[in-house]
């Protein structure tokens, strides 16, 4: 298992320093910036980061959170705040088992002032929120060292799970032909596709599929477009003479 640590759109270079000597305490060393707002080589990034500046150097630039997950099997996003239509936050602890599980699972940490979008939790299956006391106020390296804590102390125990699940680009490209389909049949509209789609992902990628159930799933939505383009050349939705169900015998 390889521990990708995403920072979207940091704001200083000594938070992304200090993070990544955060990552090298815990183990992780695939930092992975979307759309920065500095230098992430500043020598104030590089003084912070002490005997992590090669992690630094080596860290690799995106412009998207969705090209930044493209090939991970697993996106966690931290947030502490509730969403009605997003996976609720879960204690580290409840997401551990699933990240020792994945094969390239992702850790996705938002902006210092902000934190993470609705649309960047969208592209994640998981959201981790970090118990704290009522003065809930951590940097952005605190976080990042206790989540990496939690999700790799415990990598000698035995796996509970080998499933390997599809990576998020398979996912993300599932949803937007699930998204057209629902446009295509009438299933929704411009105004509630989006709230519509988050609770399918939300349903979806609780099933962790793998990469050949993807695809069983469009070729699925393959056959339900085919049907209704066809059925509209043809002016009609009755099944095309052959291809009729045959009926139930009645008495």
């Not at 206790?146 to 102390?153: A, H, M, T």
């Not at 105004?191 to 988050?198: D, E, M, Q, S």
């Given at each position: 298992m390889t521990l990708a640590v995403v920072l979207v759109s940091p704001k200083t270079p000594g938070n992304i320093g200090s993070a990544a000597r955060a990552m090298l305490n815990m183990g992780a060393k695939d930092l992975r910036l979307v759309a920065p707002r500095c230098n992430h080589l500043d020598s104030g990034a590089v003084a912070m980061a002490v005997h992590a500046a090669d992690l630094l150097r080596g860290a690799?630039?995106?412009?998207?959170?969705?090209?930044?997950?493209?090939?991970?099997?697993l996106s966690v996003g931290t947030s502490a705040r509730i969403r009605s239509d997003?996976?609720?936050?879960?204690?580290?602890?409840?997401?551990?088992p699933f990240v020792r599980a994945a094969t390239a699972p992702a850790l996705v940490f938002g902006p210092e002032e902000s934190g993470l979008t609705n649309?960047?939790?969208?592209?994640?299956?998981?959201?981790?929120?970090?118990p704290t006391g009522d003065y809930a106020s951590l940097n952005l390296a605190q976080a990042v060292l206790?989540?990496?804590?939690?999700?790799?102390?415990g990598q000698d125990e035995p796996l509970d799970r080998t499933r390997k699940t599809a990576t998020r680009e398979e996912m993300e490209?599932?949803?937007?032909?699930?998204?057209?389909?629902m446009h295509l049949i009438g299933y929704t509209d411009a105004?509630?596709?989006?709230?519509?789609?988050?609770l399918w992902r939300a349903l979806l990628d609780r099933a962790l599929m793998n990469s050949a159930e993807s695809r069983l799933f469009r070729g699925l939505l393959r056959q339900v477009q085919w049907k209704v383009e066809?059925?509209?050349k043809r002016g009609t939705t009755e099944p095309r003479p052959g291809q009729e169900v045959e009926a139930q015998s009645q008495d």
């Open positions: 690799t630039i995106y412009p998207t959170l969705r090209e930044a997950l493209a090939d991970r099997d997003l996976p609720q936050p879960q204690h580290p602890a409840q997401i551990r649309a960047d939790l969208e592209q994640c299956q998981m959201t981790v929120r970090i206790l989540v990496c804590y939690e999700f790799l102390q490209a599932m949803y937007g032909h699930l998204h057209d389909t105004v509630r596709a989006r709230h519509t789609l988050r066809d059925a509209a």
